[in-house]
């Protein structure tokens, strides 16, 4: 049974940065992809990130390129959001998801893909 624990969110001005971190266990040897996404009151679950837990290309949606890097740790089994520039727009709940079945290079899995997800941490941007 894969489980997913996120940290590292927290409130922040305006073109600041934030890391979030997402500590998974349970995943088998062979991987699984690694990925975010965030989530507003009344709005669908929206892709930010995603890479293998192997390592591999990486995948963001729109709004954030440029802007936040993922990476993972495979000793640690763990997944990072480095997230800069921090807008308003990026206030959400962060949640990490993973799934073995997935191998993800250079694509954003839609949400429906994901088996697996973390309880999710709350980022907030504001002046």
């Known amino acids: 049974q894969v489980e997913l624990v996120e940290s590292g969110g927290g409130s922040v001005q305006p073109g600041g940065s934030l890391r979030l971190s997402c500590a998974a266990s349970?995943?088998?040897?062979?991987?699984?992809?690694m990925a975010w996404f965030r989530q507003v009151p009344g709005k669908e679950r929206e892709g930010v990130a995603s890479?293998?837990?192997?390592?591999?290309?990486?995948a963001y949606g729109d709004s954030v390129k440029g802007r936040f890097t993922i990476s993972v740790d495979k000793a640690r089994n763990a997944a990072y959001l480095q997230m800069n520039n921090l807008e308003p727009e990026d206030t959400a709940m962060y949640y990490c998801?993973?799934?073995?079945?997935?191998?993800?290079?250079?694509?954003?899995?839609?949400?429906?893909?994901?088996?697996?997800w973390g309880q999710g941490t709350q980022v907030t941007v504001s002046s």
């Open positions: 998801a993973a799934d073995p079945r997935i191998y993800c290079s250079g694509y954003l899995p839609p949400s429906r893909s994901f088996d697996y």
């Open positions: 890479m293998n837990l192997a390592g591999s290309s990486t």
């Open positions: 349970g995943i088998p040897y062979t991987g699984a992809c």
